[in-house]
């Protein structure tokens, strides 16, 4: 499961700890680094002491030990980098961390902090309509890490009802979003796609993507269409 701190802010955490703990075989991936200080104001807060107080402040919410994957959300670019990487060795090398994430990354940033901490994974935007990323997904397939893309299922023009995507959903016999999750899944091993859902109904179409096998004809479709627009 995918969360923040700043999802709410920190009702998202509380609630998945009332709801799941003690969690079992369930991992909880959360993160730290960005400030709510209005309605849909996001800024990004990379203080040491800031994102060492978040980790603390995610484990009693979700009354953990040791945070499953702690992730930064966004690299603070008013603060120094190196100094965001190393609270985030200190706090996997103290155990209050089990492994270290990075959110919205270039490939550049991420050796950046490989130099200092191990990445696990890393979460970008990418989707079949969106492949801005493609660099650093490759480059994690090279490194072994994990790719998690936020937003997976494809929107905007190509994905309306009637679209090139909507055309290829029918022909594999799928909607829009299964076929969306069924590409990311087949594009490479290292990806985890994390969809948001309200509903069980849509909840259990995205977990039945899983099963979805695309023809390698329906497959490459997919991967030269936002190539071709």
């Not at 009354?63 to 100094?83: G, V």
């Not at 103290?94 to 490989?114: N, R």
């Not at 893309?149 to 016999?173: C, H, K, M, N, T």
Request: net charge negative; charged share 20%; aromatic share 6%.
């Amino acid at each position: 499961i995918d969360t923040a701190d700043s999802y709410g802010p920190y009702v998202s955490e509380e609630l998945i700890k009332e709801a799941l703990h003690p969690y079992g075989i369930v991992k909880i991936a959360t993160k730290a680094g960005l400030l709510r200080t209005g309605p849909g104001v996001w800024v990004p807060c990379g203080r040491p002491d800031y994102l060492r107080q978040q980790c603390e402040m995610s484990l009693r919410r979700l009354r953990q030990e040791s945070l499953d994957l702690f992730q930064l959300h966004r690299i603070d670019p008013q603060h120094d980098a190196d100094e965001q990487f190393a609270v985030l060795r200190a706090l996997l090398d103290e155990g209050k961390a089990q492994a270290i994430g990075l959110s919205e990354v270039s490939v550049e940033q991420i050796k950046a902090a490989q130099k200092i901490v191990p990445v696990a994974t890393v979460q970008n935007l990418y989707n079949l309509t969106n492949r801005k990323s493609e660099d650093v997904l490759n480059y994690c397939e090279e490194q072994g890490i994990g790719f998690i893309p936020w937003f997976p299922v494809a929107s905007g023009e190509l994905a309306r009802p009637g679209g090139a995507i909507d055309a290829l959903a029918a022909q594999a016999g799928v909607s829009v979003a299964q076929l969306s999750l069924a590409w990311l899944l087949q594009r490479s091993e290292v990806v985890m796609p994390i969809p948001g859902t309200t509903s069980i109904s849509h909840l259990e179409e995205n977990c039945s993507a899983v099963s979805v096998a695309l023809s390698s004809t329906i497959f490459e479709q997919c991967r030269t269409l936002a190539v071709a627009n």
